[in-house]
């Protein structure tokens, strides 16, 4: 029988308690570190700022700054002090990070100084002040109770606390499961955006369950590295870990692949969360070519020699990684077939989840020993998941999802909120998929990607360009549909032909390609052509490509 939902405020302080003196964040390209006890000592110091300045529980409090120790402290001191959290990605535009603060009704902003110089404090008129991230000092004050407050913040401290902040001062509020506690925007729209609201369950529930199915502890490190304005890194990069003790480390740079390894190398993070794109890079430019070497090949396929040297290779993907990872958990969009079969062979601890804003993120998950090659998981606890056809097994429908970790509803857009839940409360996901009996979830595409065929079969993109990025010197493709025909848009390892086919064009390389992908898919999923572009394709905060940019 699964277990109620426990409050995460529940879990924040526990871990405070037990944890005082124990590191819980640092920023690894930076000076700032914050044990427990300082963590809940500069959270307290936040909540009276908030309280003398006037902020009311269940005010909007919006961050929009790289990650760094100072956006987890804030977003736990307003959380804690029953505010409402906005995260705006640092990648959005002035005019972007202007309409959100504004549409969210935020009162009080954080944010970083490099954000800061392009943004214009008129065009956000309700702001009672503006704070920075860096050192948390006010970079603009519209209200003498925020001035005043703030030149007083010791002294009303010392006054609050007069025999020093102790670990029994660590308390907090017990906010209603239902009430919100955060509003996530998913993108940076300026006309009618889309700001998830998630309660306080969806928080709590995602947190517990990865105390309940990935349990973590003191002594235990983690790299912060996908943006902390994004759900995934948000809960399963920062909350989820301070729930169990754990020793956070953030990235404020652009994670490139030497900025990753050496953090990997300094942190030995228990857990890696990444999206399919990076770790399909990294096979690409070391596993793979290494597998292709003659020995190595036969060595790969030979009984008991290939046990020697898959463990040669998963540990050098280990050592990679710091090595002491635990758990390589990939999400956001399904990883190519080839680089899943040889995650496997080498018995590496990896694992696909399956999540999105709107669930605060976690839907579908399993533990690697138990994970179904091709599938995402299962659907977590306190929460179901359902597909919409006739055969759930064998029919695709879309998925639907209802539960605990289920958002509210989106911020003042009724239309949409309306439009994303049925009638009998179930939320459409967009996505498409089947459940086998053993409730492992196969997601076949997005809704909204599906091609239908001529002859009225449902083409499912991904499907093939998992196939076109396994040719060689692809780096990455994108299928779309013109005049009814298929063709495949190419970003090519242009160098690299170059290099060792100096005698081949990149188009008579690619024509080879096509040919040889159109014998691996079905007639009405053959690619018309291979068409050639300059540079990779736009992505998402997430590292998915943004396909609406591309016909």
């Known amino acids: ?55 009311e529980q269940g005010d909007k409090i919006a961050i929009c700054s790289r990650n760094c120790t100072r956006w987890a402290v804030a977003f736990l001191s307003a959380v804690s002090y029953g505010a409402v959290v906005v995260s705006i990605l640092p990648d959005f535009k002035a005019d972007s990070v202007h309409a959100l603060v504004n549409h969210s009704d935020a009162k009080m902003l954080f944010v970083s100084q490099n954000i800061w110089k392009n943004l214009t404090v008129a065009e956000m008129p309700q702001l009672i002040g503006v704070i920075s991230t860096g050192n948390f000092e ?44 955060l509003i996530n925007y998913t993108s940076g ?20 369950y990865g105390q309940e199915k ?28 301070l729930a169990g003790g754990c020793h956070v480390y953030f990235l404020s740079k652009t994670p490139s692949p030497a900025v990753l390894m050496k953090a990997f190398a300094e942190v030995h993070p228990y857990m890696i969360l990444t999206v399919p794109l990076v770790i399909e890079k990294i096979f690409k430019s070391k596993i793979f070519p290494a597998l292709e070497k003659p020995m190595v090949k036969l060595m790969w396929n030979t009984p008991i020699l290939n046990i020697i040297v898959r463990k040669k290779i998963h540990d050098q993907l280990m050592n990679s990684f710091g090595g002491q990872v635990q758990h390589l ?14 995650l496997r062979k080498i018995k590496f601890p990896y694992t696909i989840g399956y999540g999105m804003t709107e669930c605060g993120p976690i839907l579908g998950y399993e533990d690697w020993r138990l994970f179904k ?4 998981g299962k659907a977590v606890y306190r929460n179901e998941v359902k597909i919409d056809s006739e055969n759930p097994q064998k029919v695709v429908g879309e998925i639907l999802v209802r539960g605990q970790h289920v958002m509210l509803g989106y911020y003042k857009n009724e239309e949409a909120t309306k439009a994303i839940f049925t009638d009998d409360g179930w939320m459409r ?16 595409g997005r809704s909204k990607n599906m091609i239908l065929g001529p002859s009225g079969q449902n083409i499912y993109p991904e499907e093939i360009e998992d196939k076109v990025n396994n040719m060689p010197y692809v780096v990455e493709s994108l299928v779309v549909n013109r005049d009814n025909k298929l063709v495949a848009l190419v970003f090519a390892d242009t160098d690299a032909i170059k290099k060792s086919q100096p005698d081949k064009t990149v188009e008579e390389i690619m024509e080879q390609n096509r040919l040889a992908v159109n014998k691996l898919v079905p007639g009405y999923c053959s690619i018309s052509a291979f068409e050639l572009v300059k540079e990779e394709f736009e992505k998402t905060p997430k590292r998915s490509i943004k396909r609406f940019l591309y016909k």
């Not at 958990?329 to 040889?342: D, K, M, Q, S, T």
């Open 214 to 241: 990935i349990p973590n502890k003191a002594g235990w490190s983690m790299v912060s590295m996908l943006p902390l304005a994004h759900m995934f890194g948000l809960a399963f990069e920062f909350v989820y870990q």
């Open 373 to 376: 090659k091709g599938s995402c």
């Open 138 to 181: 006010i970079l603009h004050s519209a209200s003498e109770k925020l001035t005043d407050a703030y030149a007083n913040l010791d002294e009303k401290f010392t006054a609050k606390f007069p025999e020093g902040f102790g670990k029994n001062d660590a308390r907090y509020e017990r906010f209603d499961m239902e009430s919100p506690v």
């Open 429 to 444: 996901t967009g996505d498409l998929g089947v459940i086998d009996a053993q409730g492992n979830i196969f997601i076949k």
């Open 189 to 208: 729209t300026t006309s009618a955006p889309k700001g998830v609201v998630l309660p306080w369950r969806s928080l709590s529930g995602n947190v517990q």
């Open 1 to 55: 029988m699964e277990a109620k939902t426990k409050h995460f405020l529940d879990y924040l302080e526990s871990s405070i308690n037990k944890n005082w003196d124990c590191p819980a964040m640092s920023d690894f390209d930076g000076d700032t570190n914050y044990t427990y006890g300082e963590m809940a000592k500069e959270i307290a110091r936040l909540h009276i700022l908030f309280a003398e300045s006037g902020i």
């Open 329 to 342: 958990i990939v999400g956001g969009a399904a990883l190519n077939g080839e680089v899943e079969r040889c």
